[in-house]
Structure formats: C-alpha cells, structure tokens
C-alpha cells in the first residue's frame, strides 16, 4: 500500500476503482434481485426520511376560506369531512378506485420469486390499474398457457385480470426495442387469454422512451453466465462486473424523435384499436415538449419517472447525477394537456398529495409496492395504500377540496416561491368539468 495520501479528496473511492476498475461504477453485482436501487436521495436510513428531495421541501397550506367546503356543506346538508373526498378517477383510460397506479416491474424477480405476481394481485384487489414493464418476453420466453404453464409476463397478467372486478382497473404492457422485436404487443393483443381485458377496455400498451434510473440508457441487469450465453443473442452482454458468476447484460434504448413518437403512436392506435395508449419518458430537459407531443398525437396518459424515480440496475453515477427531480419535471410541464402519471419516490399521502397538485392524474408506487409486497405477499401492498389513501384524505379536506383533480399549486409553498404565487386560490372547477374526474 503507498503511503502517499490526499487530503480532501475521494481516496477510498479512488483505490477502489484503482482496484476493481469498472465493477465500481455499478452497485454491487450480488446485491442485484435482492436489494432496491434509486436515487441517493433515499439517505440510506430505509424509511424515506432521512434524504428530503425537492417534493419534501414544499408545504401543504391550507387557506383559511374555503368556498369549495362551504358548497359541500349545502349538498350535504351536513358539515363535511374527510370521509367525503372521493379519491375515484380515471387513469389513463382506466377507471381506479384512487389516483394511484402499480409502477412498471420488467424482467427482474425480486427477493425470493416473482413478487410482480402478488404485487398485481393486490392492485387489482385495490382496483387501480397495474404496469408490467419491459423484457419480460426477450429473457422469460412467451407461451400462451395452452399446456398449463403460463410465461411469467401472461402469469402475471393471470393474477391480475382473475382477481380485479368488474369494470376498474386495467393492465399496461411496456415494449421496449427487444420487446418490439419480439413482438410482445401483437403476442399479448392476439392472445385468448388476454381477451376479457381487451374487450372491456381494460388492456393497454406503454411506449417506454425512457426511465427515472437511467436516463439516456435502455435497461440493464445482471445476469449469471449459463444466462448470459442465452441472452447474448438478443441483447449486449459484457464481462463489466469484476467476477466470473456475474455479466452485465444491456437493453438498447431506442431511438425517438417527435415524429417517430409520433408515427409510434399512430401505430400503436391503429393496430390495437382496443387498447389504451401510453408513453413513458424519462425526466429529461424537455419534457414538456415531449408530453406535449404524445398527448397532441393522441396519448391517453403520459408517464414521467422523476430521477428519484426507478428501481432498475444503473450505474452509479447515473443513480445520483443524472436527470430532472420529479418537481422540476411537473413545473416545467405546467398545466398538463392529458392525463400525467408521475412517479418518484411516492411512499405515502403528503408526497401524492404534492405532485397530484403540482398536476399529476395519478402517482405510481414503484420501490415502496415492492417492499410492501416483499414484507407480506398478501396484503402488504394493500395495507400501504390504505395508509396512503387516508392521507391523501386528510391533506385534501384540509385544503377544502373533495378530490385531488381539484388540488393546484396554489395549495403547497415552496422555499423558493415567491409569496404572491401561494397567496389566493383560483376559483374552484365544477365537479362536472374535473379533468379525470370518474363518471
């Protein structure tokens, strides 16, 4: 070991890449199925306390005249609370018990099997509407079910679509380039198994440009070398990690501009006329102008995963620099043009009641629905959310509104905001006129 030391600078972190080279710009190769990765914002403590992002920083501010409550009064002939906001709405096309929605899982099995399967099972017990996300057809195969074995893409779809009810909820289907590929949508659209969800309008097919862990970057997973020799076919697959067991296998990440956005979407209505279109983006600088282009073309919901966003592998310096928190993203969007479906970091009532404000439809639990389903496969999930909905209860009678489509920016103070901005409400909307309000 020199002895030659460096007062003020990152020592340790440079003898570890002088040692291990590339392994270090990844977490730890057998850390990957077993533990969660996202932005360093998460302080490391496990209970989303400990590292506030911008979301955290802002407060609810209740007004002290509250018009909207004193109409709710007169309908009711009573005095309201927070047992009377109604949390129903429609998110992306789908009818959802609340403004919530199960975040893309791709091809990765957490912790001790699929919990993709008993997460989808306890959504559609919620009735919300549930993402499957990319690669699940490219690593895990397709087969139709005909001989008894589902492919872990249709068993999860089965867990969903036989325990959802009538008329809520919906389940989403990324592709990304190996899924296209593939064919995954003209699979799953063709497929008898899938039909009751398609027919009733409760199927739906994700564009995904992009997402909150890696910007820029298509996926990336870890996989052992018997796997790797498979996959090496179909994806980019090197020996990056340090050892032996483990490669790092590497998903393209497509190439878009508006048109061929554009073009994707019009594809994507005109071959599956029965299924609900969404986009995804990353949380890159123009934003705006790329919801603004999806919704224009047709989307029935753009998602933006903000860079707190994102359980997927990622190198390192992509999960602690790399993209627009969720708060700038919904800023620079504004007043959304369509249903906007943001995701980063929601873990309960005050950070969905923030970003449903800042113009959210609908926030999507990723991190926190896989931890919740990993501490109990049965009703962990569901427990989360009721906790959730209570708060988002609260918060949004406490601001003298009676659903979240009703909550602006006017309703949260920032340290940066000038006081002007927070200082008076706008009118209220007319139940009638909600964008997104549940029929």
């Known amino acids: 070991m020199s002895g030659l030391h460096a007062a003020g600078f990152p020592e ?7 040692r291990a080279g590339t392994a ?4 730890a190769a057998g850390a990957y199925g077993a533990q969660l ?15 506030r992002d911008s979301l955290d920083a802002m407060r609810i501010v209740p007004p002290v005249f509250m018009p909207r409550r004193l109409e709710r009064l007169i309908e009711l002939g009573r005095e309201p609370s927070y047992e009377d906001v109604d949390l129903g709405t429609t998110v992306g096309g789908f009818r959802s018990e609340l403004p919530l929605y199960l975040s893309a899982f791709g091809s990765t099995r957490a912790g001790s099997g699929d919990l993709g399967v008993a997460a989808g099972r306890q959504a559609a017990r919620l009735g919300i509407p549930m993402v499957i996300g990319e690669n699940m057809v490219p690593v895990h195969g397709y087969r139709r079910g005909d001989d008894g074995i589902r492919s872990a893409l249709l068993e999860r779809v089965a867990a969903y679509a036989e325990t959802v009810a009538d008329g809520v909820g919906g389940v989403v289907v990324q592709q990304s380039t190996e899924d296209a590929d593939s064919e995954v949508w003209n699979l799953l659209y063709s497929d008898p198994g ?10 739906g097919f994700e564009l995904k440009v992009g997402q909150g862990a890696k910007p820029g970057l ?14 090496a076919g179909q994806f980019t697959v090197r020996n990056l990690l340090g050892d032996t067991a483990h490669r790092l296998r590497c998903a393209t990440p497509g190439t ?9 979407l019009r594809f994507m209505r005109n071959n599956f006329p ?21 919704w224009a073309a047709g989307a029935d919901a753009v998602t933006v995963d903000g860079a707190e966003g994102g359980t997927g592998w990622a190198p390192r310096v992509f999960l602690d620099q790399v993209g627009l928190p969720l708060v700038e993203c919904l800023r620079r969007i504004g007043r959304p043009g369509g249903d906007l479906l943001a995701t980063g970091r929601i ?34 999930l569901i427990r989360l959310v009721e906790a959730l909905a209570l708060e988002l209860r609260l918060l949004t009678s406490a601001v003298g509104q009676y659903h979240p489509a009703d909550l602006t920016p006017s309703d949260l103070w920032s340290p940066d905001t000038p006081a002007s901005t927070t200082a008076a409400a706008p009118p209220p909307t007319p139940a009638a006129a909600r964008p997104g309000s549940a029929q």
């Open 24 to 27: 270090e710009v990844f977490p």
């Open 218 to 231: 298509g996926g990336m997973t870890v996989v052992g070398e018997p796997e790797a020799d498979q996959l």
């Open 274 to 294: 029965l299924a609900r279109t969404w986009v995804k983006f990353h949380p890159g600088r123009d934003i705006a102008r790329a919801a603004g282009t999806a």
């Open 37 to 51: 990765f996202g932005s360093s914002a998460d302080g490391g403590g496990g209970d989303g306390r400990d590292g």
């Open 256 to 264: 878009f501009t508006e048109e061929i956005v554009r073009q994707q």
């Open 347 to 380: 873990w309960e009532g005050g950070r969905a009641t923030r970003a449903l404000a800042l113009g959210a439809t609908a926030v999507g639990l990723g991190r926190a629905a896989l931890l919740a389903v990993d501490e109990d496969p049965r009703s962990g």
């Open 12 to 18: 340790q972190a440079v003898r570890a890449r002088a």
């Open 194 to 203: 899938t039909r009751a969800l398609r027919d009733s309008g409760r199927l």
